[in-house]
């Protein structure tokens, strides 16, 4: 594999890592608050991330490549509020899907064709993901502060598999 590529490559699983940590202090915030559906869904969105991490390590070691794992930095953990954390996870979502580009633009200027078809999945799944977050996001600022609303958003996260 391609150095370049493969340096590309664990920097994504790295960056999956980050996030799952990030999804991880998210659920802590909303476990402090006593909204524990909240802090489900962001629980199933950190393994989510996590299985996206054994993707990437999985493909890097089936190429015949080397993983890297980098010292992940500690995640905010102090949001203002509910539309504040979730307009995180929605930006952090916005953001992983223009690294995944990245990656695939880099494949196809080194025409690695096997990759370019590994990352499909990716492009795939950061639609639902980004779809996921603006949802959670519009729903978040359109409760506000009505606590009546908040818990029965609550209720609702509680049911995510």
């Given at each position: 594999?391609n150095e370049?590529?493969l340096k590309a490559?664990?920097k ?10 990030l999804?991880?202090?998210m659920?802590?915030f909303f ?18 991330e ?21 010292d ?17 996870f ?12 990245e ?13 370019e078809?590994?990352l499909?999945w ?21 409760v506000g502060d ?6 029965a958003l ?7 598999k």
């Amino acid at each position: 594999m391609n150095e370049e590529v493969l340096k590309a490559l664990n920097k994504q699983l790295n960056q999956e890592l980050q996030n799952a940590y990030l999804y991880l202090s998210m659920a802590a915030f909303f476990d402090e608050k006593s909204l524990a559906g909240f802090s489900h869904y962001f629980k199933v969105q950190a393994k989510e991330e996590l299985e996206h991490a054994m993707r990437f390590y999985e493909y890097i070691i089936d190429r015949g490549g080397v993983i890297e794992l980098y010292d992940i930095p500690a995640p905010s953990k102090k949001w203002g509020g509910i539309v504040e954390a979730v307009q995180e996870f929605y930006d952090a979502e916005v953001r992983n899907t223009a690294r995944i580009w990245e990656l695939v633009d880099l494949v196809r200027k080194r025409e690695d064709k096997a990759t370019e078809a590994f990352l499909q999945w990716f492009i795939n799944e950061q639609v639902e993901e980004e779809k996921n977050a603006s949802d959670l996001l519009a729903k978040v600022k359109l409760v506000g502060d009505n606590i009546a609303g908040i818990l029965a958003l609550d209720r609702m996260l509680a049911e995510r598999k």
